[in-house]
């Protein structure tokens, strides 16, 4: 199903309520499912929105969560990777999914 995602953070910092009202949203088919890594690892959850079949728009949300729900809209809270000169980080990301029309 096609969603409309919105972004609530960059690089772990909340959006303010300005910058949210004024932010463009991306527009894709929402997956979750679940992966793993490396053979014989533990399982995650992961949600995805493609475009064009199997093309990824944003990074993975980690072990997503339903974070709230309303008649228009729901949102997703759970982690994102970012690669740093010290590895790889864990920072919190939330989006607001609402209906592509």
Do not use: W
């Amino acid at each position: 199903m096609r969603f409309a995602v919105t972004l609530m953070y960059v690089c772990g910092c909340r959006l303010s309520e300005t910058e949210l009202r004024h932010a463009i949203p991306i527009i894709g088919d929402l997956r979750i499912h679940k992966v793993s890594n490396n053979p014989g690892a533990a399982f995650r959850r992961e949600a995805v929105l493609v475009i064009d079949g199997d093309k990824p728009v944003l990074r993975p949300l980690l072990e997503p969560r339903l974070a709230g729900m309303s008649v228009l809209a729901f949102g997703l809270r759970g982690y994102e990777q970012l690669d740093t000169k010290r590895g790889p980080v864990l920072v919190v990301q939330e989006s607001l999914v609402t209906n592509a029309t």
